[in-house]
Structure formats: structure tokens, C-alpha cells
């Protein structure tokens, strides 16, 4: 059982696991964004948004700490005013003493994404990437030479450092066997060997990955944990290259659906404050594509990969006639109906790795956008 106070930087580093910081767009703001790493917590919220209905929720019942989807900070802010609305919601955390966390788009990319809890939540049979590949293109390889004995050692320290992930999976690498070959001055003290003396020893060509924002941190625990005074450490970048994860999901549905029934289970299964839809408006649905949030457009890649519906949200004029133009159903569930459904991947995930050492609350949230018919409204709200 844990004694030690859970703190911001465990939260953080539990959500890091899942959803890699350093595997954001490079436009967006994410990590830790207000308060102090060191805090102590033993509540946290989880919302999609810090909204004003979020921070009145909080000060009804308070939190040590703040997780949202959407950035608590994102433009740079010249000051941290009540009455600025892009610094108004850390203003308000910070003066109640809740720190905050975001995690976006490095958890839109996340193999248990946005988009895979949207599949999931539909049911979808066959879950994989829309668009394979995390955002980010500035992966790197990393090749690193070193006597058997030590690999593991070193390999242990890349991935703490965050690197040898792909995707779900840690620890990855690729091993080969080889003689390398060297003579160190009078000066050298050499792990094998003597000073001034060619020698040969079997090494081990150990290659691993890691995002390009962690590469120098990699670098340093890779460089700790090696027996060469004089390490050989190569970085290959990789042009386009992926840590596993990617944009959106597409998976197939348990049988196949008029497009009514289909458009129907979404209704049930996503519960979204309503549904725009565009395209045909008939035919018979299986396979399903869906990102969440604004993801009109990847209708090109929907199509691409045979889906009979795509799912998403902000879908746009032009957008909604090009999906007519192609035959292909959209359904816009809007934004928030969409995303919302990571947050009980939040949970799920905090509450698994902190079991009893903290409680985690998920306030809900609909679309702000409202719907009108027969002069009532639906939607809003629900901290």
C-alpha cells in the first residue's frame, strides 16, 4: 500500500504512461500548467474543459487537483487576469489552490484515445487507427552500441526516461550482435582492455525510439547507465515516423445496420445533445470511422479506408457537401460529445494506478451549443 502523499508530477507521469506528453501536436500546450509539481493530492477532478461551470462545480466541492482535455493555458498570456478569457480559468485555480494538468492532443494520438473510447463506446469490433501514426514527425531513432552484459541496463534507462515506446508497448528494441573495435590514448581508461592497445570485443547493436522532445533526456540516462568511458550513441530521425497510436478509429459494427438504425445506436451509445447528419440518406452501415472533436476533415481518410459512416464533430459546409458528393454518411455529434468520452479513460487510469491513495470525480459535460424545436432547448452544461 502506498505511504508516500501522491503528487501533481505522479499524476502527471501516470497519464504519461497512457497518453506521452511528448507525443503532442507541436502547436499544442499540455503537462503540467498550473500549480506546483510537488503538491500533494488526494482529490481530482476530471473535465473536459475548465468552463465557468467547471470552476463554480469546484468551488461547490473542491479538488487538489484539475485534469482536463482542452488546455487550462493555451496562447501565450501576458498576464493572469479574471478578466482575461485566456488566463481567467488559471487565475481562478490558482487562487483556490488547485493545480492542473492537460492532456490533448497527445491524448487525441493515444492507442486508448478520444476516438478509441468513441469506438469502444459504440461497440466496435476490430478497433485500429483511422490514421496510423502519432502527430508528431520528429520521432528518432536511437542506435546505441554496448557489451552484451549491459544492454538491459541500458535499455532500462531509455525507457525510463520515456523512450522505447510504441504504442502500448515499452521496453522496445532491436538486438544484434557484432565486434567493435578501438584504441584509447595513455590518457583513456577504457571498460575493456588497456591504454594504447587496439582491442575487439562483441557488442551489441541496440537500437531503440523515442519522440523527438525526449531525445536529449534519453541521451543523458542512456550515457548514465553505460560502461564506456566514450559511448557510441547515433539519432536517426525518422521523417514521418510513429510511436504507435494515430488519428481517429474505425472498427466494425456487431452486424450490419440500415443507415437509420445505424445513426440510432449512435444516438444510444454516444448519447450526443443531438446529431447533424449529412450525405446519403439511406444505405447499409458496418463499418464505422470516428475522431472526436473537429474532425471533418478526415472525411478523405473515412473514405479511403471503406467506412460506411463517419463519426465527428464541427463537420463543416463545404465538408458536409463534399461527403454527399461521395456518397458517405457523417454524423456531426458535435465536439464535446465526442471527447468527452477519454474522461472515464482518465479515471479509470488514476484510479488503477493511485487505488485507495486518491479519489477522482468526473464532472460531465454536454455540448454549449444548444438545439431548439418547439421553443424548448436542449443541451448545456452538466458540471
Known sequence: ????????????????????????????????????????????????????????????????????????????????????PASS??????????????AHTNADAAPRGVSHAMARALRLA???????????????????????????????AADSAGGARIGSYSRCSFRSMGTGSFRGDEESAPFSGAPGREERVEEVRLETVAAGALVPRVLRAIRDAHPYEEPVVDVIPLRGGALGGGIGAMGELPAALPLS?????????????WIKAAGPRRGTVRRVAVVGGSGGEYLRAALDAGADLFVTGDVKYHQALEAESAGIPVADIGHASGERWILPEFRRVLLERFRGAVTVRVMDETEPLRSFAAGRSRGGTRP
Not at 488526494?42 to 468551488?59: F, H, Q, Y
Not at 438504425?261 to 445533445?273: D, K
Open 126 to 156: 476490430g478497433i485500429r487507427p483511422l490514421v496510423p501514426g502519432e502527430p508528431s514527425s520528429d520521432s528518432c531513432r536511437i542506435v546505441v552500441f554496448v557489451p552484451e552484459t549491459h544492454a538491459d541496463e541500458v535499455l532500462s
Open 261 to 273: 438504425e445505424a445513426l440510432g445506436a449512435v444516438q444510444r451509445c454516444l448519447r450526443p445533445a
Open 1 to 84: 500500500m502506498r505511504r508516500d502523499p501522491v503528487t501533481v508530477e505522479d499524476v502527471r507521469r501516470a497519464l504519461d504512461e497512457h497518453y506521452p506528453f511528448a507525443h503532442k501536436e507541436d502547436w499544442d500546450n499540455v503537462g503540467i500548467l498550473v500549480g506546483d509539481p510537488a503538491a500533494p493530492v488526494r482529490t481530482i477532478a476530471v473535465a473536459l474543459t475548465a468552463t465557468p461551470g467547471v470552476l463554480a462545480a469546484l468551488r461547490r466541492r473542491p479538488a487538489d487537483l484539475l485534469v482536463t482535455h482542452h488546455p487550462v493555458l493555451f496562447s501565450p498570456v501576458k498576464a493572469v487576469r479574471p478578466d482575461h
Open 89 to 102: 480559468a488559471a487565475y481562478h485555480l490558482l487562487r483556490a489552490g488547485i493545480s492542473a494538468i492537460s
